[in-house]
């Protein structure tokens, strides 16, 4: 009995670190890439932080003279 409580908790306790984000890593969502031709999804992926003050910048769509340009994602 006493073995099942433990194994219990520690299951509880396995999922729940689960739901946490990875140390050092950040999570880069997935976005749209254009191949030229057409354009392809590229998935999301957890990616290792360079150094601890590091902050991940999500690539976006920027309007610029001439049109929009996609700016990838990057660290800062």
Do not use: D, F, Q
């Not at 509880?12 to 946490?20: I, K, N, Q, R, S």
């Amino acid at each position: 009995m006493r073995t099942s409580s433990y194994l219990s908790i520690l299951t509880v306790l396995a999922l729940v670190g689960c739901a946490e984000e990875p140390t050092g890593y950040v999570w880069t969502s997935g976005y749209w890439r254009w191949t030229g031709t057409t354009y392809v999804w590229v998935p999301g992926t957890w990616v290792v932080r360079p150094r601890a003050a590091a902050v991940w910048v999500e690539g976006h769509w920027v309007r610029r003279p001439g049109g929009w340009t996609y700016v990838p994602g990057h660290w800062r």
